[in-house]
């Protein structure tokens, strides 16, 4: 079965919509690094500011990197870097109708959303912040989850109707 015209104008909706929030999240935090008095558009107050939550210790690496393999490990990138390859990664997959697109786009989601529920706890517990942009890419990185599970279904034949045996 295709893959529905409709479900690649979303996937382009919603992946634009992530890489430009990955986009700006990078421009604040190195504008941040090189200027400690920057202030961000999505900074509105003490308790909602993205640029704190960039520049903390968990916008790199999600704070685990640095830990397991040092300052200067090359895996230790702004976690908005990560999520420009995500939402290139969900893009470019999204023009392929194959299964294997289908099953790597679903488990490169559920990874995003581990990482998302694990940020979103930083956030909220450990910074007590609230970052517009943070939270509305964990809406992104939640539809885009979504809408991964539907073309898997729809792929694998699940969603289609069964048709039904000669004589009912």
Known sequence: MAVPGWERALRLVLCALGLALSVYALHVESSRERDPDYRALCDLS??????????????????????????????????????????????????????LAAVTLLGTSMVSIAGSLYLAYILFF????????????YLLNGALLLLNYKRLVCLSGSGQRRAKPKGQ
Not at 61 to 86: A, R
Not at 126 to 137: M, R, W
């Open 46 to 99: 003490p308790s909602v500011s993205c640029s704190k939550v960039f520049t903390s210790r968990w916008g790199r690496g999600f704070g685990l990197v640095e830990d397991l393999l040092g300052k200067h490990s090359v895996f230790n990138q702004p976690n908005s870097l990560f999520g420009i390859v995500f939402y290139i990664l969900q893009t470019l997959l999204g023009f392929s109708p194959s299964t």
């Open 126 to 137: 450990v910074l007590h912040d609230f970052c517009l942009v943070c939270v509305t890419t």
